[in-house]
């Protein structure tokens, strides 16, 4: 039996903290690091390989977005388990942290078609497909990890499908959480507010290099992973986020909206067809 841990977007950022608190645990025959910056994943598996006797981290290239990025996703499952089968037992996900995902700054019309569609086949149809690919090779004890956001709480002008996209991976990891109670294994579903990854860069179209206000990745990461074990549905740090979260639930949803979008400026460059032809789809929650 081969227990695996694997992370999506996994490059930089949250991702790339998950895989050194998980490595750190040491128990895991392998940590998969999924992204599509093979370099980048080079990087942190040689630097987390060398400082551990037991545990293997693995750079896996791949491009997840969407059906094809899920069936890619199954393929490689299968063939793992298919060769194992011929020497010993088979895989078993322990953990599985599905981080993958990008914003978009700025009004929805000023956003193109392509961006946000490719933002709803990361953030949404990948996450799904890849935990029910998943959850086959999971048994009792397992856990899910759903990469959310504060934003899941309510909907934002200047960040309208962003936030929607972050509302179906709440709702929807709280509901799978629900379903799978019985077979022990958890889901919970991390929801940051402003952390200090390359969210921002990407979501301004390079309008803006840092996030505003964002804090260092260690302490969520940390927090998330002490509570999915625990069973925990979700994972808020700081009490200004929760404070948020828990507010949203009191003033209406138009309101937040119609507030955001007059009031919550979002720094961005509108897209354009020669900024299409240069910014993919990246790795980033």
């Known amino acids: 039996m081969k227990n695996l841990a694997i992370i999506t977007g996994a490059s930089s950022g949250i991702g790339k903290e998950f895989a050194k608190q998980i490595a750190d645990k040491n128990e895991y025959d392998e940590i998969w690091i999924i992204a599509r910056r093979i370099e980048n994943l080079k990087q942190i598996a040689d630097d987390l390989n060398s400082n551990k006797n037991f545990t293997v981290v693995k750079p896996v290239q791949m491009d997840i977005s969407g059906k094809q990025g899920v069936y890619d996703f199954k393929k490689l499952l299968d063939e793992e ?39 709803i086949d990361l953030n949404c149809t990948s996450l799904t497909g890849f935990c029910s690919v998943a959850i086959p090779y999971m048994k009792k004890g397992a856990v899910i990890i759903n990469t959310a956001s504060l934003a899941a709480y309510m909907p934002l002008g200047n960040f309208a499908a962003y936030s929607a996209t972050k509302a179906f991976v709440l709702n929807f990891s709280i509901a799978l959480a629900a379903e799978l109670n019985k077979k022990g294994i958890k889901v919970c579903a991390l929801c940051p ?4 990854t390359e969210f921002a860069d990407v979501a301004s179209n390079g309008a803006r290099k840092e996030v505003k206000g964002g804090i260092g990745t260690q302490k969520v990461v940390k927090q998330c992973l002490k509570r999915a074990f625990k069973g925990r549905k979700t994972s808020i740090l700081r009490f200004k986020w929760k404070f948020n979260a828990l507010l949203s639930r009191f003033i209406g949803r138009y309101t937040v909206a119609a507030f955001t979008y007059k009031y919550a400026k979002r720094l961005h460059n509108p897209d354009n067809k020669s900024q299409e032809e240069e910014i993919s789809v990246t790795d980033f929650i």
């Open 81 to 119: 388990n298919k060769k194992l089968n011929k020497v010993e037992s088979s895989i078993e996900i322990k953990l599985l942290v599905n981080n993958a995902g990008f914003g978009t700054y700025g009004p929805f019309t000023e956003t193109s078609t392509e961006r946000s569609m490719q933002m």
């Open 193 to 196: 507010g402003s952390v200090s």
